[in-house]
């Protein structure tokens, strides 16, 4: 979730300068940005896997009363009134990415990858899940752009072979 955290760039206490908590309650990671201007941006929730299944069925409005109580618990109660807004994604919602990156867990990248990275026939898979590192938009352009190369191999070599 990601919050715009006021028109003033101090937080209470100056206690947030910029960079990353990490906590064990139900949010794990903040994220927040140096402040150069009027506004400061936090990113109060970056969660995946099976943490993120706990916030699917809490509603934004929710979600940020949530936020806003462990920000107090860490800081003070001078934080709520400092968030003028918030976004949520919920990308195992999203209609077009209906989930987030490939997460291996342990072991399962030696099990399974070999498998994943493998064409079947003249099938070929692409996206960020069939190539390393998992989780980046630049991945996921390298195994798309591998696939398309080996996909006109495919075509080039069946051609050639057909006219011989």
């Not at 968030?83 to 030696?110: E, M, N, R």
Request: aromatic letters at 12%; proline letters at 5%.
């Amino acid at each position: 979730m990601s919050s715009d955290c006021g028109r003033k760039p101090e937080y209470p206490n100056n206690s947030i300068k910029g960079g990353k908590s990490i906590t064990d309650g139900p949010f794990r990671y903040m994220y927040s940005l140096p402040r150069k201007n009027r506004i400061g941006v936090l990113l109060a929730s970056y969660t995946w896997a099976d943490d993120s299944h706990l916030f699917q069925g809490v509603t934004d409005e929710e979600l940020k009363e949530l936020v806003l109580r462990d920000l107090v618990q860490m800081h003070d109660e001078s934080v709520r009134p400092l968030c003028t807004g918030v976004i949520v994604k919920k990308w195992s919602l999203d209609p077009y990415s209906l989930g987030a990156f490939a997460l291996f867990a342990p072991y399962q990248h030696l099990q399974y990858s070999a498998e994943i990275f493998r064409h079947e026939g003249r099938i070929y898979f692409a996206g960020e899940h069939t190539a390393f590192p998992h989780a980046w938009i630049e991945t996921f352009m390298k195994s798309a752009i591998s696939a398309a190369m080996h996909i006109n191999g495919a075509v080039h070599k069946d051609s050639s072979e057909a006219q011989h």
